[in-house]
């Protein structure tokens, strides 16, 4: 089972760059690492996933290690709708952990 | 485009009553999930159906049974409820199972308190 590890709060400033971490090293070899966030208490919401490579999207760009045991969401301009509950999750049990609380401040 | 829809949003039961949450997704997806999640808590899968046919048991299955009764529709059952069920819960869908293109699409939550 991919278990995955975030930290339980990161802070960022306003219009900075938000680097979220997580590590998978329990992750198979063709297991994808999804990443959802949650805004207050509504339904998570897909931001992006990865494999092997680097991922980027309108939404934020994802840096997965070669190794594939850690990978990092990067919000490039972070903005105060940003300030969420950020998880990551592998395909192979669709586990979500208790997430990264992210706090954007002006 | 309703996406994932979820009733009802809020209930509340009185110990060992039943009740049915319902969940229906129209996005024409494989694969539909039921999550439940405590205050301050991340998501804990409590059953999923990979394709129509099918349930699987996920994390804390006990207490609950599921039904997916056709490709649209996947109901959760309390049979006899306990003030531990207190929580919100989630229904999700994607288009498959376990794979690269299975990215969660999630329903509003559906808030039941048990007393």
């Known amino acids: 089972d991919a278990k995955t590890t975030q930290p339980p709060s990161m802070d960022c400033a306003e219009g900075r760059a938000a680097n979220l971490p997580c590590n998978h090293s329990?992750?198979?070899?063709?297991?994808?690492v999804y990443w959802y966030r949650q805004i207050h208490s509504q339904g998570p919401q897909y931001i992006i996933h990865?494999?092997?490579n680097n991922e980027t999207n309108e939404m934020a760009s994802l840096i997965i290690t070669e190794d594939r045991k850690s990978s990092t969401l990067i919000l490039p301009h972070a903005t105060l709708r940003d300030t969420a509950v950020y998880y990551c999750?592998?395909?192979?049990?669709?586990?979500f952990g208790t997430g990264t609380r992210l706090q954007v401040f002006p | 485009n309703a996406g994932v829809t979820q009733t009802p949003k809020f209930q509340v039961l009185k110990t060992g009553q039943s009740m049915t949450l319902q969940c229906a997704q129209d996005?024409?997806?494989?694969?539909m999930y039921w999550y439940r999640q405590d205050p301050g808590m991340g998501l804990r899968l409590i059953y999923y159906?990979?394709?129509?046919?099918?349930?699987d048991k996920g994390e804390v299955p006990n207490g609950y049974n599921v039904s997916r009764l056709n490709k649209r529709e996947f109901s959760l059952r309390l049979e006899s409820a306990a003030p531990s069920q207190t929580s919100v819960y989630f229904c999700?869908?994607?288009?498959?199972?376990?794979?690269?293109?299975?990215?969660?699409?999630f329903g509003e939550g559906s808030r039941l308190t048990v007393l």
């Open positions: 999700a869908s994607s288009k498959v199972y376990r794979t690269g293109t299975g990215e969660l699409f």
């Open positions: 159906s990979a394709s129509e046919g099918t349930t």
């Open positions: 990865g494999l092997k």
């Open positions: 329990t992750i198979s070899g063709n297991e994808y």
């Open positions: 999750i592998g395909t192979d049990k669709l586990i």
């Open positions: 996005m024409n997806h494989n694969s």
